[in-house]
Structure formats: structure tokens, C-alpha cells
């Protein structure tokens, strides 16, 4: 028998995904493996297991293995433990920069546009905002029109008690197999829609099923003369209570996941296959107080025209879904949508972010004349793609994408983008367990550079750290990753690393237009250092110079731009990380995310004096966040004199499309009197009503 004791050093301690890390790597040995936290032993080789153990961050354990292989699973897993079990994404948090994909109108059939079709229903006293047009507001989340019936979200009830599973019914080792094939069809439908944060939600409920002993618990129940849908039932609820019950709130949503994927074997235990949702036979408006990207997913888009939300923000991850699969989307709305009766008729914008309640036949008209003139307009900014971008009064804006592998800038070139305004290097570095050589690293910058030819490709240098720890790279604990080693720190506490992917990225420079940035530089010695670093490369390598920049996404590079700009070619602003620090607000939080938004004054401030260094230097100022692809947003940080927005590949025709009818004379002004707003609400409005959106 071999132990060890570690402490847990990932930032979110043993939460889903490095304990699906840490499962699989313990069932690839013979011996018997577990793990010790104060009193409580478990089964390193069961999920659910190890979830109740609670081990937080900073928790020390018993590592202990016992076979014929025990010394090598010792060495392996307990190295694997001390790199962070390949943590790569805060489970509260978003994808940093961009979202991934973008929608497409929602369209609605007849049927849901003759409000004849559905009875009206009404809105509650309490419920009426605006009584004047019954126009209930929040934040335009994904843009489309969709008009229909108000459908209120809720999980299907599952009738189990003292019921035998129905003649023909699948048995728990069926349904389990066929659960786990479900899940493997979500995550591959998550993945082509470029949206892996939202995947990793279905790889680790299927891990949930390949838990021995949740399964043998259910079993034995069912020997003991249970019948099998509540032994399923039983067994599962009382480790989702074990899990519920941590001081950890992080590891005690868990619980939530296990319950999720149990009703998922119900489901089909009760032969209603796949059938989650329960929505009615006609296409419907979504209601709910939050909804998870679990949920959404399921949404069959024949029946959810759109939906709105009170909980959740513009950069949330619904949001981000919801854009993908081209639903109309209203998050952070007003409490009162959840009062509407079922089937009220409603107008639901997600462009603006409103919901009409009852539409007269005017305004029911209105909305169906806006609908097709938005979808011809979305027609037309596709067959206009490589047009540039240039407003009605002649000011150009580059528009270019962000990008995260060679395939990606292929479908950037595809959808007319003027360049990669952000390359993020981070997927040739994560879900590995040894980092990249420098030749492998070149063959993708000469790819892409070759590729986009002359446009210009922004490659962002490896952003990893505290928050997206990766195996190979040991790291001490950090209370607050967020605010650790990560990024440009990161890099520079790495020479070893940071060479070899600045090698790659010189050499791979004069197979077409490459310029590098730096992640996350907070002060100007930072930049010296790396500037020295690539500077000595260079020299060594007998290459030509490349532009260097930098990202502004930490309140002291913004605040201090202007001793920035005279040592860098230009700045990108990435706005997701700089509207985290300066509200200090995490988007991912459930009850905060509606608070984070890139248009809260106190970041167009930052971003308003980013520009005006750069400018007054003669340099460039970009943007490579959310904001830059938000409608609303658009038209400020133009007036405000941004050079380029990178936004997500298939935004790319439709952010064009709205320069070309915006007038630079009227978007200063706007610009201006924005900063002077007290709130991201007051911006939004105020954008509404000057541009009449």
C-alpha cells in the first residue's frame, strides 16, 4: 500500500470537472484507489464519491493506492493533483472574451401572429411597467423578433411512487446506456456550435453515470425489492443530498447536476424518451425566472420562439447559447414577466430588449413590419460581408474576428472579416498533458498566418493561470485566482514557456501579417520585461520586428494609457475582464450577472480615456469583447473613436452592415452624453432613443 498527502491546489477545489479529471485517471489502474478528507474515505475511482468529500481549496488529503500497480498510480495521479487536474475554466465564469457564435432571427409561423389564434391573457396590476403600451423592459440578450404565446417554464413532474416501470420500458442498465448516448449527442451539438463551456456541462453529467457506486447503490436496492425506479430515484437523491448538504456552495450546486442527469434515467426508465421539456404544440415564448444552458439546450426549435429571462446578463451563458442557437433573447427582465398569465400574446425583441404584452393590432403590425426588415437586412449583410465597414459620413472601422484554432480563420475569411483581431493561443495548450513544442505551435501561427495573407492576425500570447490551471505547469494555491498569477505574470514566471511560444509566433510572422499581444499587463514594467524578452528573440532568430500591443482589461492599464501608448504599436481592450474588475461583479454569479454589462458608464470611461492615449500617440485602439458585437454598443464605442471591433466569426456581416448605417456626427455626441449617464441602463435607453432603436 502506497499514501501520500496533498493539498487541493486548484482555485474551486475538487468540483465536477477535475474530479472527472481525477475519476478517470484512477480507473486506468488496477489497484484499489481512495482518497482521505478529515474522517471521511472514498472510492477515488466514483465521481459521486469524491464530489461529497467537500475538499475544497487549501484542503489537504490521503492519497492512497493499494495493488499491483500502486506505485504508478500514486506518482500519476498524485502529480496530476498537484497540477490542478486540468482545471481550465472557472465553473462560475463564462468564456473570457467573445461569444462564440451568434444568432439568427427566430421566425414565427402564422399561427402565434394572429392573436386570435391563443386567447389574451392579461398582466397584473403589479406587473405593468409602462401602463401606457404594457411594455415590460430588460436587456436585449440575443437580437430577433419573435411574437406568441407566453409558455412559463418548469420541469416536467415525475410520477414514480410505488410504479413499475411500463410494459416495453427501458431497464436502468438501458436507460443508463442510452442516457449516456443522449448526453454524447449534446456535447457533440454544443461543440459544433463553438460553445465548450456549455459542452462540459454534458461531459461531466455523463461521467455522473459511469459512477459505480451510484449504480451499484441503485442496484442493490432493487435486490433488496425496490422497484427499480425509485431504487434509481433513492440512490441518486441521497448523494445529491450529501453533495447539497457541503459548506462549499460551488461543490453543493453539484447536487443540482446529479439530480438533473437522475431525471434524465427516469425519463427514459419511463419510456418518455428524451422529452425534458414538456412544451405545448404550438411555437411559444419562453417564460422563466433563470433557466440553465442544460435546459436550453433541449429547447426544440420548432416550438421556443424566443425567451426571456429574469435572471442572467448579456454575457452570461444563456445569453451566449441563446445567440448560438438563434433565439430571440431578453435577460435581467422585470420581475413581472413572471405574472403573466399562460398564452398571453406577446412581442418579444431582443434587439432592444422588450417584451409588448398584449400587442394592439397596430402594434402587432408594427413588430411583424420590423421582423421582415430586420431578416432582409440580415440577408443582406451576408451578401455584403467583404464590404468594409465604413459609416455614412465616410469613417472606417475595421471589423475582424476572434479566433481560437486554423479552422476558425478560414471561416473568418469566409464571412468577410478584415482580420483576426484576437487569436487566443489557448487552445493549443489546454486538454493536453504536456505543453505544445515550438515547432507544433509554428505549424498553426504559419497556418492561420498563411491563411489570412496580408490581413492583419492579432495572436494573443498564452492567457492561462490561477483561473484555467493546466497540468503541466505546477502552480502554488491561490485564494483568488482572478487576481493571481495569470496571463503576462504568468508568461514571465515561465521564461522556458514564454520562449518558446514567442519563437513560434516570429518565425511564423513573415508567412504573412502576425502581430503579437500581451494578456492581462496591469503595469508598465510588465510590458518592459516582455518587450526585453521578445527583443532578445528576435535578435537571436535574425528576424524582422512585429507590432506589439497589449490588452486593457485590468482598471490600471486603462487608467494609465498614456503611459502605455508610447510603448506599444496599439491597444486592444477586452471588455468581459475589464467590466469584471471595474464592477466588480463576476458574470457568471446568478444574482449578479444582469449587473455585468460592458456599457455601465464607469467602463466607457475607461475605455474612452484608452482611446484618447492611443490616439494622442498616433496609435490604434481596439476592442476584442462582448461589447464589441453588442447592437447598443456599437454605435458608443464608435462615437468614442474605436479603430476596429473583433467580434465572433459569424458577427462579423451583421456588426458591418450597422456601420455602414450609422453617421460618425451623430455617434459623438451620443458618445458623450453616454459617459455622462449614471448607469448601463441609462446608456441603453439613451442609445434607444437618440438612434431610435
Partial sequence: MKQVEIVIENSTGLHARPAKVLVNLAKQFKSNISI????????????????????????????????????????????????????????????????????????????????????????????????????????????????????????????????????????????????????????????DRKLAAEAAIFDA?????????????????????????????????????????????????????????????????????????????????????????????????????????????????IAILARAMGLPAVVGAEEAILKLEVMTQVALNGNDGTLAVSPSPETLARVVEEQRRWLEERRTAQEQASNPAVTLDGYHVDVTANAGSDANAVEARKKGADGIGLLRTEFLFLERTTAPSEE?????????????????????????????????????????????????????????????????????????NLKIMFPMVSDVAELRRAKALLEEIRLELNLPAVQ????????SAALLAEKFAPEVDFFSIGTNDLTQYTLAVDRG????????????????????????????????????????????AVPVLIGLGMDELSVSIPSVPTVKAQVRRLRMSELQPLAKKALECASAREVRDLVRQELKM
Fill in 205 to 317: 453529467h455523463g461521467e455522473l453515470l459511469d459512477d459505480p457506486e451510484l449504480v451499484e447503490s441503485a442496484q442493490e436496492r432493487v435486490k433488496k425489492g425496490e422497484n427499480p425506479l425509485s431504487a434509481w430515484r433513492d440512490a441518486v437523491e441521497e448523494r445529491a443530498a450529501a453533495i447539497g448538504s457541503l459548506k462549499d456552495t460551488l461543490l453543493a450546486a453539484r447536487a443540482d447536476d446529479l439530480r438533473d442527469v437522475g431525471r434524465r434515467v427516469l425519463r427514459l426508465m419511463l419510456g418518455m424518451g428524451d422529452k425534458g421539456i414538456t412544451l405545448p404544440d404550438y411555437p411559444v415564448i419562453v417564460i422563466a425566472e433563470e433557466l440553465a444552458p442544460s435546459d436550453t439546450a433541449m429547447f426544440d426549435a420548432e416550438r421556443v420562439l424566443g425567451f426571456a429571462i429574469v435572471n442572467g446578463g448579456p454575457t452570461s451563458h
Fill in 36 to 191: 482521505q478528507h478529515g474522517a471521511k474515505r472514498v472510492n477515488a475511482k466514483s465521481m459521486v464519491s469524491v464530489l461529497t468529500l467537500g475538499a475544497v481549496k487549501g484542503s489537504l488529503v490521503t492519497l492512497e493506492a493499494a495493488g499491483e500497480d500502486e506505485e504508478k498510480a500514486i506518482q500519476e495521479i498524485s502529480s496530476a493533483m498537484r497540477g490542478g487536474l486540468g482545471d481550465v475554466e472557472p465553473p462560475a465564469a463564462a468564456p473570457r472574451e467573445e461569444p462564440p457564435a451568434e444568432a439568427s432571427v427566430s421566425q414565427t409561423t402564422a399561427k402565434p401572429l394572429k392573436t386570435a389564434d391563443a386567447p389574451a391573457g392579461s398582466v397584473t396590476e403589479a406587473g405593468k411597467s409602462d401602463r401606457a403600451k404594457n411594455i415590460l423592459r430588460g436587456i436585449g440578450a440575443a437580437p430577433g423578433i419573435a411574437v406568441g404565446p407566453v409558455f412559463h417554464f418548469k420541469q416536467m413532474e415525475l410520477d414514480i411512487e410505488n410504479r413499475e416501470p411500463p410494459p416495453g420500458s427501458l431497464s436502468l442498465n438501458e436507460a443508463l446506456a442510452q442516457a449516456k448516448d443522449q448526453l454524447k449527442v449534446l456535447y457533440q451539438r454544443m461543440v
Fill in 589 to 632: 454569479h446568478p444574482a449578479l450577472a444582469a449587473m455585468h454589462d460592458g456599457l455601465h458608464p464607469a467602463v466607457l470611461r475607461l475605455i474612452a480615456h484608452t482611446i484618447e492615449s492611443a490616439h494622442r500617440y498616433g496609435k490604434r485602439a481596439d476592442i476584442c469583447g462582448e461589447l464589441g458585437s453588442d447592437a447598443a
Fill in 548 to 555: 506589439v500591443g497589449i490588452m486593457i482589461e485590468v482598471p
Fill in 440 to 512: 507544433e505551435q509554428f505549424g498553426v501561427y504559419r497556418a492561420i498566418a498563411e491563411t489570412m495573407q496580408n490581413l492583419p492576425v492579432i495572436v494573443r500570447t498564452l492567457d492561462i493561470g490561477g483561473d484555467k490551471p493546466v497540468p503541466y505547469i505546477q502552480m502554488k494555491p491561490e485564494l483568488n485566482p482572478f487576481l493571481g498569477e495569470r496571463g503576462i505574470r504568468l508568461c514571465l514566471n515561465r521564461p522556458d514557456l514564454f520562449r518558446q511560444q514567442l519563437c513560434a509566433i516570429l518565425r511564423a510572422a513573415p508567412h504573412g
